[in-house]
C-alpha cells in the first residue's frame, strides 16, 4: 500500500524530469492530422559530467527510479512544419529529443518510440467480439427489464422471471447466510475486499507520469517501508485462509448430516463453483477482449497492456498463474486461478477424511508440514529471495519482470499454506464446537492468538533490516526457513483469529462483523474483485498527465475509485452473477430429482447440496 511518512527527500532539483508530456487532448483539437508520440530517452553514460556521475549514484538504489530514463509525450506537430510521414517519425522524436536533452544537460540518448497516435488510429471498426458483448449485454438488459416488469404481474412465476427479476435478486442479495455458516466470516471477507480495492485504487500511481517522483523515492526508501510492503505482499494469504476455512466448514458439515460415502458430492460441489464463478468472469474477460481498448485509447495507453484477446483462455482453465503469467488477461485474475487449484486440491485431502475419518488427524498434520515445507523448498531450489522486495523497475513492469512473482507469488503450491491452515481451524472448530470445556479452550485460544501476533510482527519487522544482511538468495537455507515461516505465519495467525471469533459466545466485534450490511458487501465481493482491474486501470488511463502525487490527489481519486468499482460490482452481480447462478442451481435440481426418480432413493441425500 502506498503510505505517507515524514521524511525528507533529497534535493533533486538539479536532476532531470522524468516525465514531461505535451497536452495530448489539446494537440488532438489543434491539429487536424496531428501526430503524437510517446517515447523514451535513455541517458548514455558520460563519467566526465558531474550530473551523469550524481545521476548514476541515484539509479544505483534499486528503490529509486531508474534516472538514466527519460519519458517524454510529444505533440509532433508542434515541433515540425507540414505532414508527418510515418517513416520520419522516428528521425523526428530522436532529433528533437537528442538537441533538447543535450543543450539542457549536455548529456546524449538513445531514443525509443513506446507508442504513437494519430487521428486514423483513434478511429476503429467495430469488430465481431465487439457485436457480440454488444448483443449479450442487450440481451441481458432486456431480459432483466421484462423479468422486472412481468414478475409481479406473474400467477406463476417461470424460472427465467424468476432469475433475472430485479426484486427477486434483491431479495437474495439482501437475504441472511444458513443456518451452518459463520456469518462473522463473511463481514471479514467485506472488509478484506474492501482493502484490498483501496490497495490496488493506489498502485498503478507508482506506473504515472507524476511531476513529483522524489516524493514517491522518499516513501519507497524509509526504514519502516519493507514492513508495510510485507503486509501487502501477504496480504492475499487472507482471502487463501479464509476461502481454506469456508471450504472446510461446508464439507465437514455435510460429513456431519450424510454419513454415507458419495464421491459425486464433491464433482457437484465443482460444478456450482464454476456456475457461481464463469459467468460473470466470463463477461468481464470479454469486455476486456473487445471494448476495452476503446476505454484507455490516449498516451498512457501502452502502460497497461491487457493480453485478454489472445490469453483469455489461461483465465477460463484457471491455469493463469502458471501459463503465460508475464501476459496475463486481467492482472489480477491470477488468484482465481491459484484458488481453483487449491479448491481441487482441498476436495481430494477431505474426499479422503469423508472416506477414512480415522486419518483425519494425519491429513491434518500432513497438510501442516506442506504449508511449512513446499515454499521453503521452492525458495531453495529456485534461489529466489525469502520475501517480495520493492523494485521501482520491477514495480513499473507491474512485477511482470520480478522473478520470485512469477515463481512464489503466484504458483497454487506456494501458497497452500494459507489454504491448509484455514481447512485446518475448520476442522478444528468442528472438534472444538459444542463441548463442554469451550471457555477453557478459548483462553487457550486467545493466548495462542496473542503470541502468534508477536511472532507474526517479529518476522515481519525483520524485513526492515533483512537487505543489509547482505546474503547471498543461491541455495540459501536461511532465506528458504525464514520466507517459509513468514508466508506461514499470515496463514496460522489467520486460521487462529477466526477460531477465537467463531467460539466467541458474545462480542460487539462479531456483531458488527455479522451485520446484515456486511453480509451485503461480502456478496458483492466477487464481482469487486473481477471488475476492479477494468474501473481502476480505464480511469487511471484518462487522467490529465502529470499529476502530482500527493495524499489529496490520493485520496479523491481512491474515494471514486472505490465507489465506482462498488456501483459497477453491483450492476454486474444483479445482471449476471445472481441471476445465472439461481439458475444454474434450478438446472442442477432438475436433474438431481430426475436421477433421483430413475435410480432410486439413494441419491436424495445429493439433490439438496
Given at each position: 500500500m502506498?503510505?505517507?511518512?515524514?521524511?525528507?527527500?533529497?534535493?533533486?532539483?538539479?536532476?532531470?524530469?522524468?516525465?514531461?508530456?505535451?497536452?495530448?487532448?489539446?494537440?488532438?483539437?489543434?491539429?487536424?492530422?496531428?501526430?503524437?508520440?510517446?517515447?523514451?530517452?535513455?541517458?548514455?553514460?558520460?563519467?566526465?559530467?558531474?550530473?551523469?556521475?550524481?545521476?548514476?549514484?541515484?539509479?544505483?538504489?534499486?528503490?529509486?527510479?531508474?534516472?538514466?530514463?527519460?519519458?517524454?509525450?510529444?505533440?509532433?506537430?508542434?515541433?515540425?512544419?507540414?505532414?508527418?510521414?510515418?517513416?520520419?517519425?522516428?528521425?523526428?522524436?530522436?532529433?528533437?529529443?537528442?538537441?533538447?536533452?543535450?543543450?539542457?544537460y549536455g548529456l546524449h540518448i538513445s531514443t525509443e518510440i513506446d507508442s504513437c497516435w494519430k487521428n486514423t488510429s483513434m478511429v476503429q471498426k467495430t469488430t465481431f467480439g465487439e457485436m457480440v458483448f454488444v448483443c449479450i449485454s442487450l440481451f441481458l438488459i432486456i431480459l432483466t427489464i421484462y423479468a422486472t416488469w412481468?414478475?409481479?404481474?406473474?400467477?406463476?412465476?417461470?424460472?427465467?422471471?424468476?432469475?433475472?427479476?430485479?426484486?427477486?435478486?434483491?431479495h437474495r442479495f439482501t437475504k441472511a447466510s444458513g443456518p451452518d455458516s459463520l456469518p462473522f466470516l463473511e463481514g471479514l471477507r467485506a472488509i478484506g475486499?474492501?482493502?484490498?480495492?483501496?490497495?490496488?485504487?493506489?498502485?498503478?500511481?507508482?506506473?504515472?507520469?507524476?511531476?513529483?517522483?522524489?516524493?514517491?523515492?522518499?516513501?519507497?526508501?524509509?526504514?519502516?517501508?519493507?514492513?508495510?510492503?510485507s503486509g501487502n505482499t501477504h496480504m492475499i494469504q487472507f482471502f487463501f485462509a479464509l476461502g481454506g476455512m469456508v471450504f472446510g466448514l461446508s464439507c465437514l458439515n455435510h460429513f456431519e448430516k450424510c454419513r454415507t460415502f458419495h464421491g459425486a458430492y464433491f464433482i457437484e460441489k465443482l460444478v456450482r463453483r464454476l456456475i457461481r464463478i464463469l459467468p460473470a468472469y466470463g463477461f468481464v474477460i470479454l469486455y476486456h477482449a473487445t471494448w476495452y481498448k476503446r476505454v484507455k485509447r490516449g498516451p498512457l495507453e501502452f502502460k497497461f497492456n491487457d493480453y485478454c484477446s489472445s490469453n483469455w483462455w489461461t483465465n477460463v482453465l484457471f491455469v493463469n498463474n502458471y501459463v503465460r503469467p508475464t501476459e496475463p488477461c486481467l492482472q489480477y485474475g491470477w488468484y482465481l486461478g491459484a484458488d481453483m487449484q487449491l479448491f481441487l486440491i482441498g476436495c481430494?485431502?477431505?474426499?479422503?477424511?469423508?472416506?477414512?475419518?480415522?486419518?483425519?488427524?494425519?491429513?491434518?498434520?500432513?497438510m501442516a508440514i506442506s504449508a511449512l515445507s513446499i515454499p521453503a523448498y521452492v525458495i531453495y531450489t529456485e534461489s529466489t529471495s525469502a520475501t517480495m522486495t520493492f523494485d521501482m523497475r520491477h514495480a513499473l513492469a507491474e512485477l511482470r519482470t520480478?522473478?520470485?512473482?512469477?515463481?512464489?507469488?503466484?504458483?497454487?503450491?506456494?501458497?497452500?499454506?494459507?489454504?491448509?491452515f484455514g481447512v485446518i481451524a475448520a476442522m478444528l472448530y468442528k472438534t472444538l464446537d459444542g463441548r463442554d470445556q469451550q471457555s477453557r479452550f478459548r483462553l487457550i485460544l486467545q493466548r495462542t492468538l496473542s503470541l502468534c501476533s508477536i511472532v507474526l510482527f517479529g518476522l515481519n519487522a525483520f524485513t526492515m533490516i533483512l537487505p543489509s544482511l547482505n546474503i547471498n538468495p543461491r541455495m540459501s537455507l536461511f532465506h528458504?526457513?525464514?520466507?517459509?515461516?513468514?508466508?506461514?505465519?499470515?496463514?496460522?495467525?489467520?486460521?487462529?483469529?477466526?477460531?477465537?471469533?467463531?467460539?466467541?459466545?458474545?462480542?460487539?466485534?462479531?456483531?458488527?462483523?455479522?451485520?446484515?450490511?456486511?453480509?451485503?458487501?461480502?456478496?458483492?465481493?466477487?464481482?469487486?474483485?473481477?471488475?476492479?482491474?477494468?474501473?481502476i486501470y480505464g480511469m487511471y488511463t484518462n487522467f490529465p498527465i502529470p499529476i502530482k502525487y500527493g495524499a489529496f490527489n490520493l485520496v479523491i481519486l481512491t474515494s471514486a475509485l472505490v465507489l465506482l468499482s462498488l456501483l459497477t460490482a453491483f450492476l454486474l452481480h444483479m445482471a449476471v452473477e445472481s441471476p445465472v447462478v439461481h439458475l444454474g442451481n434450478k438446472l442442477l435440481k432438475y436433474f438431481a430429482e430426475k436421477e433421483t426418480l430413475s435410480n432410486g432413493p439413494q441419491y436424495k441425500q445429493l439433490k439438496n447440496l
Open positions: 502506498i503510505f505517507f511518512v515524514c521524511a525528507t527527500a533529497s534535493p533533486f532539483t538539479k536532476l532531470p524530469q522524468i516525465y514531461q508530456y505535451d497536452d495530448f487532448s489539446l494537440c488532438r483539437r489543434r491539429y487536424t492530422e496531428f501526430v503524437y508520440c510517446v517515447a523514451t530517452a535513455k541517458l548514455l553514460p558520460d563519467e566526465t559530467k558531474r550530473l551523469w556521475n550524481v545521476i548514476s549514484l541515484v539509479t544505483s538504489n534499486r528503490r529509486n527510479f531508474p534516472r538514466d530514463k527519460l519519458e517524454r509525450g510529444l505533440c509532433l506537430n508542434d515541433y515540425h512544419v507540414g505532414v508527418i510521414d510515418d517513416r520520419r517519425v522516428e528521425s523526428i522524436v530522436s532529433a528533437h529529443l537528442a538537441g533538447q536533452i543535450y543543450t539542457k412481468k414478475e409481479p404481474a406473474a400467477a406463476t412465476r417461470g424460472v427465467l422471471i424468476e432469475s433475472f427479476a430485479f426484486q427477486q435478486n434483491w475486499m474492501l482493502t484490498i480495492l483501496v490497495v490496488h485504487s493506489q498502485l498503478p500511481m507508482i506506473r504515472m507520469p507524476v511531476k513529483n517522483p522524489e516524493d514517491f523515492e522518499a516513501q519507497t526508501n524509509h526504514f519502516v517501508f519493507p514492513l508495510f510492503n481430494m485431502l477431505l474426499l479422503f477424511v469423508w472416506r477414512f475419518p480415522q486419518m483425519t488427524r494425519t491429513v491434518a498434520a500432513s520480478y522473478d520470485h512473482f512469477i515463481k512464489y507469488y503466484l504458483p497454487s503450491h506456494t501458497n497452500v499454506s494459507g489454504y491448509f528458504a526457513l525464514y520466507g517459509s515461516l513468514l508466508k506461514a505465519s499470515w496463514g496460522w495467525c489467520y486460521g487462529v483469529l477466526f477460531l477465537v471469533l467463531a467460539l466467541k459466545s458474545k462480542s460487539l466485534l462479531v456483531d458488527v462483523l455479522s451485520h446484515s450490511c456486511m453480509q451485503c458487501l461480502a456478496k458483492l465481493s466477487y464481482c469487486v474483485y473481477i471488475v476492479q482491474y477494468s474501473v
